[in-house]
């Protein structure tokens, strides 16, 4: 690379972040330390909802240095997704890139601090990820536990404190997703498209309607001769170790200790390929389970439920 080119690329980059900042407010929300959120539409901020700790007298400050207030118009801790209702602002909303993103691709993370600086790091998209388990915050039952999402961008960059919540651009301006963080606090991003999913169905119901079975499931191997004698197509699938009383599935007459092969055709080869079967257009259908009980292969129609709570 010249030096003239490499010159134009770095301010091409420079012009890339003051244009996305222009859309990004930071976010207070938390005792510790603020977040950013997006401008994604008109009077709505999107942020990480795990940076949402209060749920009244949060603010907003936005590039001009303005402090507004804000309200909830909807969360999801599944996706760690919330939606901020402003009163009517003279932000720009965030230009959404149109073009799928691909491994390799230079991004950048762009954020804003509490006093209204900007933030920026750079890096590659290192890898689409269809398969992302993020431990829960809360459960009924004092226990952690995991849900899976899929496609979910991983950059290989730096994200510092604030930075979840922004957003990640491309060398264009225009913004791929909002950052979060995983396991071992690895950045990731939400895609756009999974955004604007996720807002539409928050701001018809202000929440988002996830399957629930009712289940406490493990991997478990088949022995060999198992597969053999029932035609099974793969030698593994999840041993029921749970049944909560009154839940769909215990209407269907799942019982403890039946192995879960296939659902609709689909085999069951982990928890995560159960959680997969359970999006929001899925609660309220049926689903056919496929269940080895005494070395019997049988079917059970399950009607998906909606997971209590948020």
Partial sequence: MTELTA?????QLSDAVEKAASSIAAVNARRRRGSSGVHWRKNFIITADHTIQQDEEISVILPDGQSIAA????RDSTMD???LRLESIDLPTAEI???QTKVGQIVLAVSKSAEGSTNASMGIVSSISGDWQRPEHHHRHGRRSRSTIAQLIQPALMMYPGFSGGALINPEGQVLGINTAGARHLPLTIPAAMVDRVLDQLLQTGRIARGYLGLGMQAIRLPDALCR???LSSQTGVIIVSVEPGSPADVAGVLLGDILVALNESAIEDVSDVHAMLSSE???QPLTAKIVRGGVLTEKTI???ERPGR
């Fill in 282 to 284: 899925q609660v309220g």
């Fill in 97 to 99: 890139a149109s073009a």
């Fill in 229 to 231: 004698s029932l035609n």
């Fill in 71 to 74: 309200t909830i118009a909807g």
């Fill in 303 to 305: 009607i998906v439920g």
């Fill in 81 to 83: 997704l919330a939606v």
């Fill in 7 to 11: 010159l134009a690329f770095s301010n």
